[in-house]
């Protein structure tokens, strides 16, 4: 009995869960593309034209198997229907030479999505959209992501509409746009330490069903960059979080990088468990507050790790209107700044502006043992006094257990980074094949994610 359930666990992980017949290429070396499949009998795959575009429907799950290529450059419109999923096993090319949408199809709430289970050459996207369905990468081939779009994601591929694989090779998000998908926008596994990229990307209003996910469910591993993002969360979503990085197994030589990003309006900014070294700069980490109970959460920066590995450097951020600005939990070396020059200089220039809960304000909590360095910095206070700066920071003066936060001197020049101008976000209205509109036209749009029919 027990390998029975086993088994199905193991076959779930990737294997289409639609009753319907399914289709697999004989593995012969032929390439294959919505079209050819479309003539293919058995396949599932229909088409039709719809305002001079190519209209194709998967009605079941078909395979591309190892050995076979697909290619999926055409402009088009691929409609999934519920429960299918498109799994490639082979070589595959999923970027656009025109606009191509692949989307669940009517109210098909199961639809899953495009899975990669090859251990081929890199599997790359290019200008694609991702309406209601979404992308696994599961072999061992690493992929890209240029200029994609994922909305609405019903969350049935997985935890999020991105999910990144086991590869060798490094997987790259770049110039995409991911807003209000039901789980997390990108995720990897616990024990998949995913190398990625991800950078020049949105993340807005992920964690629509408002679990306790951020929207960044990253695993730490020897690269981890996420730089020049927005990853703004909303108010009704105050179980989400903004990045969120696990290292659960402890392991070693994992690297993160997070840079110039704007973090805001989440239940908190960037969180981490276990050991790994991580930079975080010149981030404007803003009202990321809206855990309901400061004991659970709402810090700008949370830095967690009981094994005592992790070292931190975090310099030029603006830290505002969080729970808490930075909390430390155990932990080997968290450097705020070290003026003292040698290799383990950092010059600081971190601002701290309102961060606190229940009228008492928090702008560094050090919650480990540790010797926390954190000299060169703008405070919540008045005057940058030693005074004045004791109040907004806790640590061993406050409990005797705790280590000694090192803040003096604190920063009195004027080249203090200011925050990046905040603009509205403002509704947008797309086509479904992606393109968007200057407002709401008659027949089928997409606002938000969702299908809006005028």
Partial sequence: MMNKKIAAILLSLCVPTSLAQAYRTDGQGGVYSFYRLSQTEGSGVTMEIKDGKKNYTLSQNDTISAGDTFEGSESC??????????????????????SVTYAAKDDADGA???CLDNNEESTNFGGCTFVGVGVKFKGKSGGTLHSCTFTGNNSSIGQAALILGDSDDEY????????ENRKAAISSAANIFSKVVIEHSEFLQNGTDNGNTPQLNLTASDKVEIVNCDIIGAPEHNMVGGIGISNFFGTSGNSITINNCRIRENRYGIGTVGPMDISIAKCDIINNSYETNPMNGGSGISLYDPYMKTTAVISDNIIERNLWGVTIIGCKDVNLGCIDLGENYNHGGNWFINN???DQPYDL??????????????WNTGPQTEEEIEKVVF?????PSLGEVIYWPAHYGTDIRQAKTETEDKPTVYRLDG????GLQKGLNIVHGKKVVR
């Fill in 112 to 114: 899953v999505g495009i």
């Fill in 77 to 98: 419109i691929v409609y999934f229907a519920d429960k299918v999923t498109f799994v490639v096993e082979g070589k595959a090319d999923f970027q656009g030479k025109g």
């Fill in 172 to 179: 790259v998000v770049s110039h995409c746009r991911f807003r």
């Fill in 395 to 399: 640590h061993k003066h406050d409990n």
């Fill in 435 to 438: 393109i968007q509109l200057p």
């Fill in 356 to 358: 606190g809960n229940n």
């Fill in 365 to 378: 909590y050090n919650n480990s043992t540790n010797t926390i360095y954190a000299q060169g910095n703008l």
